[in-house]
Structure formats: structure tokens, C-alpha cells
């Protein structure tokens, strides 16, 4: 199976960009259900985030996609969510947990 990651990671610069659309449905969707799980559940911060990412990324791997190219994509989207936090903070963005 070949999935090209890098069309998955790069913003195309378009209105209707993937990454952005995706972005948003996991910053809108999928981060608040893994807090609610987390807190309905009474189970550690950051418990359902961290293991729901493996897990997610654990089905890449099923379907065929290299370890190493995996880590490469997540490398490079961590260092986006890096610069973001700080640009953020040097604008004066909201606090953590305000989202
Ligand atoms: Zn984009």
C-alpha cells in the first residue's frame, strides 16, 4: 500500500487545505472527546490522548506503512505544533486548557 505521507503532513496553502481540515476536526472533535474520556473514565491526563495516538498510528502500521516513515511524519508535525505553542505564547495565546 503506498499512502503518500508528505501530502499528509504539507499544507497545500488552499482554502479547503487537508491538513488544516484535519487539523481542525481533531482540535474541535477528537481532543475534547479524549479529555471527557480521560475525566469520565477517571483515568490518568493524557492517558486516552497518548495511547489513542499509538493506536492511530498503530493502524498505519497495520496497513503497511514503515515504522520509520511514520516516525518521520510525527517527528515533523510535533516540530509544527513546537513552533505553533511558541508563537502562540509570543502573541499571548490562549492558556493551556482554554481550547
Ligand atoms: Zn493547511
Given at each position: ?27 474541535s ?12 473514565d ?6 486516552v ?21 511514520i ?7 510535533l ?14 495565546g ?6
Open positions: 500500500m503506498s499512502v503518500d505521507l508528505k501530502e499528509l503532513t504539507d499544507h497545500d496553502h488552499s482554502d479547503e487545505c487537508p491538513v488544516c481540515r484535519a487539523q481542525d476536526i481533531v482540535q472533535a477528537l481532543l475534547p472527546a479524549a479529555s471527557a474520556w480521560e475525566a469520565n477517571e483515568l490518568p491526563h493524557f492517558s490522548a497518548l495511547q489513542g495516538a499509538a493506536e492511530l498510528l498503530g493502524v498505519m502500521l497495520e496497513e503497511g506503512i514503515s515504522r520509520e516513515d516516525e518521520s511524519a510525527l517527528g515533523q508535525l516540530d509544527d505544533i513546537e513552533q505553533r505553542i511558541v508563537e502562540d505564547q509570543v502573541m499571548g490562549p492558556p493551556k486548557g482554554s481550547a
